[in-house]
Every structure is written in structure tokens, then in C-alpha cells.
């Protein structure tokens, strides 16, 4: 396993927090957000500050504490148990949680492309459902899916998923249809998601049989819910798979790679949370090549090549991105350069003049560069050649 170099700038220990990540971020960087969390195991004290972290290819971590536009009745509560997820636009939404007072089903959404960040509350339809935290979401056709959690007393059940219409900015129902053989998930909380493409996979969990008592459940089970069509109409169905998890797990995370294979760490391995865990648990969703299962293999028995081609993969990427800035740097040289050639002066026959007059009144950027050449100065004739190698 890669050793990950952390930023100065960490931020403070919390649990039961918010993340995502960015879908679409720019660069070679991976981005994510974190938001509020509890800094104790009791709840006492929360924290409604969002950050923003950032990982590259070195595996190096970077935080950033995010300034946002300060407005004391314009921003989430302190709070843990929340959901997070950002929509293709940039927008990132908090669903939910637990406060100091109450559990909550309110909605804040902050527009990341913009240059100036705050804070805005949503106040839509059907907002009148019970409070949650510990849920799940998963962006889903303009829709925020809310998958389990609840309260002290209650688990939020699965034949119906409130779901968060981005377009119309209100809550609706999502009906769902059961296994034919294992019927619905059993309500829970604090379990964990991934999606593939269209399919949601829920992993493991914990509930309470009956209120307000100590006769809970921690699962090892996996169900995916997957969209179905029917004429316009999109239905989604409940599939308990195959697969359990090698012992149940509750109060962890997942996260699946390209080609399917969801990694689940720590958690908690017993009812009461007395005995949390630092295992890490692998199981494949879509069937492995024989390349795959060959490089897992190869990479288990040699420990080594792994570091090896860490380090050539750090390597390529380092030299890729000196490339594009040497030839970014030699493009605006190029530019400079053709903008002090005069093209009064150039001798050419009246059809080459016509060009030129043409791409004079356009960007520099489409001068016929060879037909210019005679005509440059020698210091960019040089610059020129050392594009053209």
C-alpha cells in the first residue's frame, strides 16, 4: 500500500462527516470535499466548515479550509451524519444530518464555479419528511437519491427512496421493486454505497430491531438497485447479490475503481462499536480479466514492482507535464514574436498578399508560419525549429 504525504494544513480529527468528490476536475489532480463531522465520539461538539482536499499522482494530500462569504442565518448548523454530492455543474449539495437539537432533512447548496462561495438554503415541496442522518446519496437522472439512515428510533426502509429532484427543487418518491427471493435490504444506517455506471451497490450497515434498543444487527450484505425501462417509464429494482462481505461491517467506507472492484475499509466489526476495525475488504462487482487476476497475483508475490511502478508512473506524468509547459512557454514566445513582424514589408505576389491580409485582420495563431520564415527575424526562426522538432 502507497504511503500518502499530508499537507501542513490538515484538518481537524472529526468522524460521521460528509465527502465527495469533484466529477469533473480539472487537471491531473484528484479533488474531493469534506464537510462538518463531529469532533468527539459523543457528538458535544460539530464543526460546519467545508474543506477542500486535492491529490496527485505522488499521492500527496492538500488540504484547503474553504473562505466562504460570512453570514451567521445563511449557513448550515454544526452538524454530523450528513450526505454531500455534486452534480455535473459544480454545484454541491448537504443533505441532512444531526445537530445539537434535532435530526433534519434541510438542503444547502454551494456553487463551487463561482469566484465568490456561499452558502444557500433550498426551500422546496415535500420538505416535510421526518429528519435523518447517516444516509447515503448518489446522483442519479437529475435526482439525489437518499438511501437509508434515520434516527434514534427509526431506520429509513427501502421499498421507497425519497429522492431530491434537482430540475423541479423538491422531494418525490421513488417506488422500488423487491427481490423476487429476499424481498427489500432491511432498513439501516451507517452502511456505505458505490455506483457503476447506472447500478447503486449498498454494503453492509446496522439497525436496531426494535426501537430505543440494544438488540441491534450489523450486516455483511450487499443489494444493487438498478434502473429498469418499461415504454418511458424508469422503474428500479432491488437485487441482493451474491456476494457478503468477509465479516459485517458498519460506520465504514467504500470506493470502487474503473473497472469495478469496490475496496471497503475499517468500520465497526461488532453491535456496540466497541471494536472497530483497519481491515481492507475487496470484492468485484463485474467479472476481472485474466490480466487483472494476473496482476493482482503478480503484484501480491512482488511487493516491490509495485513501488517500481509507482515511481516510473510518477516519472511519466513529471515529464508529460514539463513538456506542456516547455511548448506552452514557446507558443507565447512564438506569438510575441509574430506580433512585431511588420507585414507591410514582406514581398509576396498578390495572391500570398491577399493571405496575409486575410489572416491579418484573424489571430496570429493562423499565419501561414512557413511562407513567413524568409521574412522573420532569426531569433524566431529558431523558435520555430524547435517547435517543429
Known sequence: MFRTKLSKMFIEALISYAICWDPNPQGEYLVGYIFGGSCDPEGIEMSNK?????????????????????DENCKPTPRCGSSMIMDNEGKLYVIGGADDKCYLIDIWVIDMSQNRLKWKTIEGKNFNMRGRYT?????INDKIFMLGGGDGEWSVPFDEIDAFDIKTQEF???????DGEHGYPHSR?????VTNENDVYLIGGWSSKKPNSNDTVAYADVWKLSPLMSGNEIYYKWTKTSTNLKMSLFFHTSAITSEGCVYTFGGCIDNKSLYPSNKIQRFWINTPTLKQISMFKTLANNPKVVEEFKKREIERVRNKKQKDIFYQDKMENVTVSMQEVKLENFETDDKNAEDNKLGSKQNDHFL????????????LIRLLNVMDN
Not at 444516509?135 to 446522483?139: A, D, G
Not at 501561414?368 to 531569433?379: A, F, K, T, V, W
Open 368 to 379: 501561414n508560419i512557413r511562407e513567413l520564415r524568409q521574412s522573420l527575424p532569426m531569433r
Open 189 to 193: 444506517q451507517f452502511h456505505s454505497s
Open 172 to 178: 418525490v418518491k421513488i417506488h422500488t421493486l423487491s
Open 50 to 70: 467545508l474543506y477542500k482536499f486535492r491529490i496527485d499522482v505522488e499521492g500527496n494530500l492538500n488540504f484547503e479550509e474553504l473562505i466562504l462569504e460570512s
Open 135 to 139: 444516509h447515503e446519496t448518489t446522483l
